[in-house]
């Protein structure tokens, strides 16, 4: 069965300092990955994709996100906190094609930005 | 271009009453997604839907009703709203497999 696992429910960091959201997720195929940010009293925002090509991935607002198959992890990054960061980051899990688009959510790490 | 609506954003209703959530997307996505989120929780899946007349239950199913007559609009009913469906629900689309959401209904069930 598939399943994905953030590993803090909380990060609280200074504003400039990196930031590390961390996801561990298990699945019997090769995964769609997707990080989902929610700013407070907001819908969610689409922050980075992993769909099999590169490794390494680019999204918005500086962030990256890194898919290791070896440790079936796909931690979320930013070299420098921002104060507008300060959001709930849910990681999700796509199954193999044939699942009817359902994903698989983590249960969401809550960022705090400190001045 | 609105991509996705909800609405009413925020509804305050009585227990037993009958809610009506509207969904409508101006993308043409085939799937269409109703989540419901609380605390502790995170997102969990109500309904979804493959197509026009094509629906199929999710985690959560017990209590609501849905219907796609439309490729846009996906509506989400609450046959009679009790206490524990207060909650932000929200309504997503997906062309692909990742997943664009509305802003979200607030709903309060008194």
């Known amino acids: 069965a598939q399943s994905v696992t953030q590993l803090d429910s909380h990060v609280s960091v200074s504003e400039g300092t990196p930031v590390l959201l961390r996801c561990n997720y298990s699945s019997s195929y090769s995964p769609s990955l997707f990080w989902y940010v929610q700013h407070p009293n907001k819908g969610l925002q689409l922050l980075l994709k992993y769909t099999s090509a590169a490794t390494l991935v680019k999204g918005i607002n500086g962030f990256e996100a890194e898919f290791k198959k070896s440790e079936t992890s796909f931690h979320l990054t930013k070299p420098s906190a921002h104060m507008s960061d300060a959001a709930e980051y849910f990681c999700v899990v796509s199954p193999d094609a044939g699942n009817n688009r359902k994903l698989i959510w983590g249960l969401g790490t809550s960022l705090a930005v400190n001045p | 271009d609105a991509g996705i609506t909800q609405s009413p954003r925020y509804k305050i209703t009585e227990t037993g009453r009958q809610v009506t959530l509207m969904c409508h997307q101006t993308w043409s996505h085939s799937y269409m997604f109703w989540y419901r989120q609380d605390l502790g929780h995170g997102l969990r899946l109500i309904y979804y839907s493959a197509a026009a007349d094509i629906t199929d239950k999710g985690e959560v199913p017990d209590g609501y009703v849905v219907s796609r007559s439309k490729t846009e609009n996906f509506p989400l009913t609450l046959e009679s709203a009790t206490r524990s469906q207060t909650s932000v629900y929200f309504c997503?689309?997906?062309?692909?497999?990742?997943?664009?959401f509305g802003p979200g209904t607030r709903l309060t069930v008194t």
């Open positions: 997503a689309t997906s062309l692909t497999y990742e997943q664009y």
